[in-house]
């Protein structure tokens, strides 16, 4: 059965969120929990808008792919330097083609019965399909039976695709972010870290709300975030930019920065998701780091995260520094995910069926951001 937001949630439930009567409320918790729910959120949103997926610098090479976390698509790097992406199922039978990252191919293999692509996905064998030793199958034009492509584009190195095919051209959709964070010099971003992608045990929403918002800074990473003083954050809701930003008088990192001081997030940053997935933190002075978070597919209890690093003045990074940020972020990355993981657990219970309520100071970030979800999921 094909659900309308209506079927899944109250017109009350809605009102809640898009019509505050003084206090912010957040989605019911059957939107952190429902298949249903997850199918609406791709048929009506996630299929039809970009969504971020990966990174050039993660497959730099002519034949390098990789899978995308909890979709059924993979990219790959063709001969002509271009990325593009392709559901990852082979024409004949279906079987996956890619299962993991892969380095320098030169044809994707099924494993199944061998049929073989090439990196721009034309097919181009079919080992003994006509019989022993017969490979053409006479009325099987092998042009017909090419893998399925992904509409994919590059915004600098961010990979993006857009399953319907039918959203607004790419330099639309990043315009609000690039113009939020107009004194980055996008150009000389130079990549220097990618923390490998893992799976995290709450719905793709649950995280998004976690990394816009300030307030659980003090009591989740009060080591980690020690330099960042909670009333020097602020909430940011610019419709399609949500998140936070704070400004840390006297930072210690600079772009002199050294090994051995890099121990806590001291630093000013703002945190900011271009709706839907697409999340960049800019750290002063010269650092931005991408944080990934796809919807798995087939679970709504279930995201994946991969997060990379890099410099936006051109600098080299030092060994040294590129360990710091990783063991920084790592310490970070477990606290967020354990929070993540326990109100993944309390989504299970009826406690937030009315939502939870919202900090009207530190969390109009999400709630701004819930708004969004429903002016495009509502009947
Ligand atoms: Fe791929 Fe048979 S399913 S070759």
């Known amino acids: 059965m094909t659900h309308r937001l209506s079927d899944l949630v109250t017109r009350e439930d809605i009102d809640r969120v898009t019509s505050p009567n003084g206090t912010l409320h957040r989605l019911p918790g059957v939107a952190f929990r429902s298949e249903e729910f997850l199918a609406l959120e791709f048929r009506r949103w996630l299929s039809r808008t970009w969504l971020f997926v990966g990174r050039g610098a993660d497959i730099p090479n002519p034949g390098d792919g990789t899978t995308v976390p909890g979709l059924p698509v993979f990219l790959v790097r063709g001969r002509d330097g271009k990325i593009r992406a392709f559901l990852n199922a082979c024409r004949h039978r279906g079987h996956r083609i890619l299962k993991e990252p892969c380095q320098a191919k030169r044809l994707f293999v099924c494993p199944y019965h061998s049929w073989s692509?090439?990196?721009?996905?034309?097919?181009?064998?079919?080992?003994?399909?006509?019989?022993?030793?017969?490979?053409?199958?006479?009325?099987?034009?092998?042009?017909?039976?090419?893998?399925?492509?992904?509409?994919?584009?590059?915004?600098?190195?961010?990979?993006?695709?857009?399953?319907?095919?039918?959203?607004?051209?790419?330099?639309?959709?990043?315009?609000?972010?690039?113009?939020?964070?107009?004194?980055?010099?996008?150009?000389?971003?130079?990549?220097?870290?990618?923390?490998?992608?893992?799976?995290?045990?709450?719905?793709?929403?649950?995280?998004?709300?976690?990394?816009?918002?300030?307030?659980?800074?003090?009591?989740?990473?009060?080591?980690?975030?020690?330099?960042?003083?909670?009333?020097?954050?602020?909430?940011?809701?610019?419709?399609?930019?949500?998140?936070?930003?704070?400004?840390?008088?006297?930072?210690?990192?600079?772009?002199?920065h050294g090994a051995g001081g890099l121990d806590n997030l001291d630093m000013s940053a703002h945190y900011l998701l271009r709706a839907p997935n697409f999340f960049l933190t800019s750290y002063a002075p010269?650092?931005?780091?991408?944080?990934?978070?796809?919807?798995?597919?087939?679970?709504?209890?279930?995201?994946?995260?991969?997060?990379?690093?890099?410099?936006?003045?051109?600098?080299?990074?030092?060994?040294?520094?590129?360990?710091?940020?990783?063991?920084?972020?790592?310490?970070?990355?477990?606290?967020?995910?354990?929070?993540?993981?326990?109100?993944?657990?309390g989504a299970e219970t009826a406690v937030v069926d009315d939502g939870g309520v919202l900090s009207p100071v530190w969390e109009t970030c999400i709630h701004g951001f819930y708004r969004h979800l429903i002016e495009r999921l509502d009947d």
Request: aromatic fraction near 10%.
């Open 117 to 256: 692509y090439d990196l721009e996905g034309r097919l181009v064998r079919t080992p003994h399909m006509a019989g022993a030793d017969r490979h053409e199958l006479e009325g099987l034009d092998k042009t017909d039976y090419g893998l399925k492509p992904v509409r994919c584009e590059q915004w600098h190195d961010w990979i993006f695709i857009n399953l319907s095919g039918e959203a607004e051209p790419l330099k639309d959709f990043v315009a609000p972010i690039a113009e939020r964070l107009s004194f980055v010099d996008f150009g000389r971003l130079k990549h220097f870290l990618t923390m490998s992608r893992r799976p995290i045990e709450a719905n793709w929403k649950v995280c998004v709300e976690n990394t816009m918002e300030p307030y659980h800074l003090p009591f989740v990473h009060a080591k980690t975030a020690a330099g960042q003083p909670l009333d020097q954050h602020y909430s940011i809701s610019e419709d399609p930019i949500f998140g936070s930003g704070i400004e840390v008088p006297g930072s210690v990192y600079t772009n002199e």
């Open 286 to 345: 010269d650092v931005i780091v991408d944080t990934m978070y796809v919807p798995d597919q087939r679970d709504p209890r279930k995201c994946w995260l991969e997060q990379a690093w890099y410099t936006t003045s051109g600098r080299e990074v030092t060994a040294a520094e590129i360990a710091e940020w990783e063991s920084l972020e790592e310490a970070v990355m477990i606290e967020d995910v354990t929070v993540m993981a326990e109100v993944q657990a």
